[in-house]
Nanobody, 121 residues
Framework: QVQLVESGGGLVQAGGSLRLSCATS????????MRWYRQAPGKERELLVA?????????NYADSVKGRFTISRDNAKKMVYLQMDSLKPEDTAVYYC?????????????WGQGTQVTVSS
């Protein structure tokens, strides 16, 4: 059974930091690209950052979080993280972990259930 379980969300003041974690199981993590998305109320889900499996190279897709959010992974623990610094009220959203498992053909995609992040001004 595939599971992606996010944790680490909560309420934080503007300027603060949070570290989100995503614990995974049930698929080939070591061959999966991992991403973090977020969805604010009334808005579409937004791709933030991604990290590939082989080299750990990262890509930032959202200008709004460049220089503030960092994705990382631990293949041994099958975990992915999102370090969020200098948080702003506009970062308030539900944050989702997402996996693309390339060990199968075609690749399979999985979502976590999300964790709420609320940034107060």
């Amino acid at each position: 059974q595939v599971q992606l379980v996010e944790s680490g969300g909560g309420l934080v003041q503007a300027g603060g930091s949070l570290r989100l974690s995503c614990a995974t199981s049930g698929f080939t993590f070591s061959r999966s690209a991992m991403r973090w998305y977020r969805q604010a109320p009334g808005k579409e889900r937004e791709l933030l950052v991604a990290i590939i499996a082989s080299t750990g190279d990262t890509t930032n897709y959202a200008d709004s979080v460049k220089g503030r959010f960092t994705i990382s992974r631990d293949n041994a623990k099958k975990m992915v993280y999102l370090q969020m610094d200098s948080l702003k009220p506009e970062d308030t959203a539900v944050y989702y972990c997402y996996a693309i498992d390339y060990s199968t053909f075609p690749a399979r995609n999985y979502w976590g259930q999300g964790t709420q992040v609320t940034v107060s001004s």
